[in-house]
């Protein structure tokens, strides 16, 4: 142990910190002067990871949830390697590697992609969950920590009591969290926003908790050791930190714990920049420079961390060889493959609500898919996740070893949570409520597009036939707000989320089966709460028709030269399937009708297998129980698409179809309507 050194490497860290925020003229350096201690321990004495093989599935894992603080990992990183000069030096810059808020770069040690406060914690949960879960099945010996870094701010976001409140129920004692506690925010001090007692707070929730002074080092051992140590809670170390360690004010004197240097450049601040960076010894000339003793120190680091992942690689060598069935099943699990399924033998009653469909497809998977944790808000026998919840159990604090997650009423932190599973690897995450709900999960559906991660989310109770639940509970806007996810690209270059509708069971199925080969991008599935009647079979079955739903859209009914193309998805196709038999028996006319069950994946198909379905020679009509603009970009600028323009009402199902027009006989008089228009 060398105090000295460990100061000049903290000292490094925080003017990497400064150096990169002043030439961006961008960024927030005080959270990271005040970090740099507590992050210089963990990395160089506790934390686990082979720096050569940065994406071993056994490595600790560290979940930054202040994402603002992106240059505190960034310099970390850089003492380690993982980063050139350069990519400091380019900090907040187009093209760069070190962006204002880390994004997922596993190679480089960034675990998660965070920014929006809370999230970023709650996925380290869900990392934590996961781990227990393999743990579980694999032994002892996977017994990596996951660690989690959070603000004040983080502290103060709303999500952050879901992630307490069930980390401390689980008994998560692999999670050990870092609160940056420096009593300073954004605009304004902390006392002016709250009074609550953290440590009491988290200890409610049953987690161990410790308060140190984060720049004393031995502090800050003392209590990684002992968090290491823990086998029954989740550790929150509440670290007193100053925000703006080390800051210099131009005549000579400390600026430190001012609101103004956590997010500008200290040079814009009553700091000296050039004076900081001398007192934390650094070159001004040459700012991005690493200490030739800290780098001298980093390099013993690489070269002992190297040799203790080869331990327990060793270790793990092992156990595989001895427990070979075993072993085939973990790197099957880590492989992220399918097992061999067959859609088509689950069997459905007929005229099924497709989310008691969907549950008939989860009863089946729970058998198959032995790598699956569901989780549902507190509404598992309504979404009907309970179709996969009858094949096993909950998990419980010191029993992992079933595969359900009960969240309680916590729709954005079950979400973060999934987000997390899919980030730690090895599992497949699936999460349940109803589709109205989807609106406090949004800020977690779009980490899980942008960090493009194949969770799977269950929405049912899919449009105003919610019925007596009223307009709170029926969903209205919120398709066309999720398929805006469709239009929106991933940085892959790929639709950055894929939305399905299915249309009666046999699309249910086929909606399953697509959510679960989409690996690489969130799938959601809104399922009706009232039951549909099945669609007829062209072919030889129900399910075989419905495979064409793998291409987004197709015509589920047709005729040659057909004198209007009905459009829709979900229960709104049988609808129309009564509208078209009204108008072919009663008026004579040729009806074709397309389910388009993904806009987002028909509009990846060919432009002739496009106009196969909807061909623009045509009137096109589109219905649908949410906004009219969910088909309008379907049925083009001489379409008409009969929809919903207001909230809904509370009154039985059957009453509503009536009132707002979505019966057989009102949608074909709506048909009749257009026809003469065009």
């Not at 686990?48 to 940065?54: A, C, G, L, R």
């Not at 800051?247 to 600026?255: I, K, Q």
């Not at 996740?385 to 916590?410: E, I």
């Not at 729709?411 to 406090?440: Q, R």
Request: proline residues 4%; charged residues 20%.
């Amino acid at each position: 142990m060398n105090k000295k050194l460990d100061q000049q490497a903290a000292d490094n860290i925080r003017a990497l910190a400064v150096a990169m925020v002043e030439k961006a003229n961008s960024g927030h350096p005080g959270g990271p002067m005040g970090g740099a201690d507590f992050m210089h321990i963990l990395y160089s004495e506790f934390f686990n990871f082979d720096p050569t093989d940065m994406e071993w599935p056994f490595r600790d894992r560290f979940f930054m949830d202040a994402g603002h603080l992106s240059t505190l990992m960034y310099a970390q990183y850089y003492l380690l390697g993982n980063y050139a000069k350069d990519d400091v030096a380019n900090f907040r810059q187009w093209g760069s590697i070190t962006p204002g808020h880390p994004e997922v770069d596993v190679k480089r040690g960034i675990e998660n992609t965070s920014g929006p406060l809370g999230q970023g914690h709650t996925m380290g949960v869900g990392a934590a969950i996961g781990a227990k879960f393999l743990q579980a099945r694999f032994g002892d010996w996977m017994n990596h920590k996951i660690y989690g870094f959070i603000s004040d701010g983080g502290i103060q976001e709303e999500i952050s009591q879901g992630a307490g409140r069930i980390a401390g129920h689980l008994g998560l004692s692999n999670f050990i969290m870092f609160f940056d506690s420096n009593d300073i925010q954004l605009s304004t001090s902390t006392d002016e926003v709250t009074s609550e007692d953290t440590a009491m707070k988290y200890e409610a929730w049953g987690w161990k908790v410790v308060t140190i002074d984060a720049h004393n080092h031995d502090e800050i051992r003392k209590a990684l050791t002992d968090a290491n140590n823990e086998t029954e809670k989740p550790t929150l170390i509440v670290g007193k930190t100053i925000m703006g360690k080390g800051a210099v004010a131009a005549d000579g004197s400390m600026f430190e714990g001012h609101c103004e240097l956590h997010g500008q450049p200290i040079g814009h601040t009553g700091a000296d920049y050039t004076k900081t960076l001398l007192n934390l010894g650094a070159n001004p000339e040459s700012p991005f420079d690493i200490y030739p003793e800290v780098e001298a120190f980093y390099k013993d680091v690489i070269k002992a961390k190297t040799a203790k992942a080869a331990e327990k690689k060793a270790e793990i060598a092992s156990w595989k060889a001895s427990n070979k069935e075993l072993s085939d099943k973990l790197d099957f699990f880590l492989s992220g493959e399918l097992p061999e399924l067959d859609f088509e033998s689950i069997e459905h009653k007929a005229g099924l609500a497709s989310r008691a469909a969907s549950s008939g497809v989860l009863g089946y998977l729970a058998g198959k898919v032995e790598n699956m944790i569901v989780s549902s808000a507190d509404l598992s026998n309504s979404d009907k996740t309970d179709g996969f919840l009858k094949k096993t159990q909950a998990l419980q604090k010191g029993d992992f070893s079933g595969s359900f997650l009960q969240a309680g009423v916590a729709e954005l932190t079950m979400a973060c949570i999934a987000n997390g599973l899919a980030l730690h690897g090895g599992i497949i995450p699936v999460v349940a409520t109803f589709f109205v709900f989807s609106d406090y999960m949004k800020p977690a559906i779009r980490l899980s597009g942008i960090q493009e991660l194949g969770v799977k989310y269950v929405w049912t109770h899919d449009a105003f036939r919610v019925g007596e639940d009223g307009p709170t509970h029926q969903p209205v806007e919120q398709e066309a707000q999720i398929r805006l996810l469709e239009k929106l690209k991933n940085h892959s270059g790929r639709p950055s989320f894929m939305a399905l509708r299915p249309a009666d069971s046999a699309e249910t199925s086929v909606a399953w089966k697509m959510a679960l080969e989409n690996k690489n991008t969130p799938t959601g599935l809104i399922l009706s709460r009232q039951n549909i009647k099945d669609l007829p079979a062209k072919g030889a079955s129900r399910y075989s028709d419905a495979l064409a739903a793998e291409k987004g859209g197709y015509l589920v009914k047709e005729v040659e030269n057909p004198d209007v193309v009905l459009i829709a998805n979900g229960s709104e196709v049988a609808t129309l399937f009564a509208a078209a038999e009204i108008l072919e028996t009663q008026n004579g006319l040729k009806v074709n009708i397309a389910s388009i069950i993904s806009e987002g994946v028909f509009r990846l198909q060919s432009k002739e297998y496009q106009n196969a379905v909807i061909p623009k020679n045509k009137p096109l009509f589109g219905l649908t129980a949410g906004l009219p603009v969910n088909l309008e970009g379907l049925v083009g600028e001489n379409g008409k698409v009969f929809g919903l323009e207001h909230f809904g009402y509370s009154a039985p199902a059957n009453v509503l179809d009536d009132k707002f027009g979505f019966t057989g006989e009102k949608v074909s008089q709506q048909v009749l309507e257009y026809l003469k228009t065009v």
